[in-house]
Structure formats: C-alpha cells, structure tokens
C-alpha cells in the first residue's frame, strides 16, 4: 500500500471528505496510481513537497485511530481527482 507524505515533515497527506468533513488517507493499492494522484497535485499547484511512500496497512489504521482520520483504500478500478 502507499501513501503521499510531505518531504519537509513527514507528514501524511489527508483530504478533506466531503461527506463527513473529516480528514480522510488516499491508500493506494499500487505505487503508479498513487504516483498519478501526485502528478495530479502537482499540476493543480499544491503548495507541500509531497512524495509517495510505501506503508504496512494496518500503521496507516493504527494511525488513522489515533489521530482521528479516515482511510479509504484506492483500488486500480477508482477513478479520484485531487481538489481543485
């Protein structure tokens, strides 16, 4: 599974999910969507350094839990575009 994570701070890159207004992960199932996502944020002039990150799923639930984030799983079949 990968993840964007910003280059300066570790940080794990979350969206904003329009549904319930939380903080929600992009996991991706394999490293070329997640790299498209990126190329994506990129284009739309996304202020962070972001870089792709290879992760164990349940760190990512683990972590999720504690901060008080979603997750959802990005299989090949999703088609998602970054926030304009």
Do not use: H
């Amino acid at each position: 599974m990968f993840i964007l994570t910003e280059r300066l701070t570790g940080g794990v890159y979350a969206g904003i999910n329009n549904f319930t207004g939380r903080k929600t992960v992009q996991v991706f199932e394999e490293k070329d969507d997640a790299d498209r996502y990126l190329m994506l944020l990129e284009a739309a002039d996304y202020d962070d350094r972001l870089e792709v990150m290879e992760i164990d799923p349940d760190v990512i639930a683990m972590n999720c839990n504690k901060f008080g984030y979603q997750f959802t799983i990005i299989s090949p079949n999703d088609f998602i575009i970054p926030p304009v």
